[in-house]
């Protein structure tokens, strides 16, 4: 039977998040709200730019008018600074069968994203946004709208993710989900305590592990 490969794309394939959280540190001091960078990996992490909006909010900002600035700072610090996670070439390169990505980021970033890190000829078509579905991460919404475009049923599925809001959404679609480690955003974001604590099917610390990790899971 066939198996689907589900990676997030930040934190996991290119490591960009010490990138993104660095352009919202920046804006919100612009816009009068100071946040530590230990909060933006807190309450952000792994979540769409909607769902910034909204938390932004609560801390009494409006960040809506501000996201075209942000989107093309973001742009231009991802062309200067953005890399693949150390070692995912290597390891997608083993890996075989259906894959996807499903991640939170808008279309063009991750278009851009892969793009840059020369991953997107290893995904092809299978490249999907939470701008697709109604509800992004941690629903499940978005690993069952890419679990039905490449045709393998849930529970036949593997989410490779980083982040507390994309593992809930993997269990909450009935997905075996890996967590992982191997962004340089793992040690300040205090990922190894978080994923640990929503007991994934394995927790792993570099992309080499990979592997070897799914042929275990069977």
């Not at 009494?60 to 995912?88: I, T």
């Not at 892969?114 to 978005?142: C, I, M, N, W």
Request: charged share 20%; glycine share 10%; aromatic share 4%.
């Amino acid at each position: 039977m066939a198996r689907g490969l589900i990676f997030d794309c930040d934190g996991v394939l290119v490591d960009s998040e010490p990138l993104a959280a660095a352009e919202i540190e920046a804006l919100l001091q612009r816009l009068g709200a100071p946040i530590t960078r230990t909060r933006i990996y807190d309450e952000f992490l792994g979540r769409s730019f909607s769902t910034i909006v909204d938390a932004a909010r609560d801390h009494g900002v409006d960040l809506g008018p501000a996201l075209p600035g942000y989107a093309e700072a973001l742009a231009l610090r991802l062309r200067r600074e953005l890399r693949p996670v150390p070692g995912m070439a290597e390891a997608l390169a083993q890996l075989s069968g259906p894959r996807a990505v499903a991640s939170s980021s808008a279309p063009e970033r991750l278009r851009l994203s892969l793009s840059l890190t020369g991953l997107a000829p290893l995904f092809g078509p299978h490249v999907y946004s939470a701008t697709q579905v109604a509800r992004g991460k941690p629903e499940p919404d978005l690993f069952l709208f890419t679990a039905r475009h490449l045709g393998i049923a849930p529970a036949d599925c593997v989410v490779i993710e980083d982040s507390p809001a994309g593992l809930s959404a993997a269990r909450a679609a009935g997905m075996r989900v890996i967590g992982f480690l191997g962004g340089s955003h793992a040690a300040p974001a205090r990922l190894a305590e978080k994923l640990a604590a929503l007991a994934p099917d394995a927790l792993i610390d570099h992309a080499r592990d990979l592997p070897k990790t799914l042929a275990g899971l069977g």
